[in-house]
């Protein structure tokens, strides 16, 4: 049930944009983004919801394909404040209330 | 509104010890949900606890376990530690009213099992 990240990992200079994908083998409901620097806890980044519309704060921006189960995250114009690990977490569209279950994450690294 | 926090922040036990983790929800949420992190694994799902209630469980064995008050703040425990039990606890807050809802996560507590 945990959702598989693309890419595990990348490497952009400082201006670059990048596209972090974020699949299910479930119908969903939401698909939540968080960010996580080394040695803190991770932040909330923004959620999508079924049926829902594209979201974007500034320069990062996702997208949920609701019918591949799919979405991703955009980083456009990277700044070194973007760097940490970016987990996507997933939850089941069911009736009732369900768990968030989070990817294996994508490291992103953003170098001058 | 205060975050989440959680307490003790860093935790050294050795084998076959057992271990509480605490977690305090943010101001009026009644949902506490609990993560492993590891480098390999990602965050993977403990439980979840609504109103004093597991709600939702995820495949870790019966080591685990937790527990909710009624002021919504929550343990964690593990019985029996193993060496791959070391990792990073985290807990996440939310008010557990609807699906879709933000989690608000702690600074976690790292345990170090030698």
């Known amino acids: 049930q945990q959702p598989v990240q693309s890419p595990q990992a990348v490497i952009l200079r400082e201006g670059e944009d990048a596209v972090i994908n974020c699949s299910s083998s479930?119908?969903?409901?939401?698909v939540h983004w968080y960010r996580q620097k080394h040695g803190e806890a991770p932040v909330f980044l923004m959620i999508l919801l079924k049926g829902g519309e594209q979201k974007g704060h500034d320069k990062i921006s996702a997208s949920f394909n609701e019918k591949k189960q799919q979405s991703s995250l955009y980083l456009t114009a990277s700044q070194l404040s973007y760097s940490g690990t970016y987990f996507c977490?997933?939850?089941?569209?069911?009736?009732?209330?369900?768990?968030?279950?989070f990817g294996p994450g994508t490291s992103l690294s953003v170098i001058p | 509104k205060a975050g989440v926090t959680q307490t003790p922040r860093y935790l050294i036990k050795t084998r076959g010890q057992q271990v509480t983790l605490s977690c305090s929800p943010i101001?009026?949420?009644?949902?506490v949900s609990w993560y492993q992190q590891t480098p390999g694994q990602g965050l993977q799902f403990l439980f979840e606890y609504f109103s004093e209630t597991q709600r939702n469980k995820g495949n870790f064995p019966g080591r685990f376990s937790g527990r909710q008050f009624s002021n919504s703040r929550s343990e964690m425990n593990v019985s029996t530690l193993e060496l791959g039990d070391s990792a990073l606890y985290l807990c996440?807050?939310?008010?557990?009213?609807?699906?879709?809802?933000?989690?608000?996560f702690g600074p976690g507590t790292r345990l170090l099992v030698l």
């Open positions: 479930k119908a969903l409901y939401s």
């Open positions: 101001s009026g949420h009644r949902s």
């Open positions: 996440a807050s939310s008010t557990g009213q609807g699906r879709g809802e933000t989690q608000y």
């Open positions: 977490g997933t939850e089941i569209d069911k009736t009732s209330y369900d768990k968030v279950i």
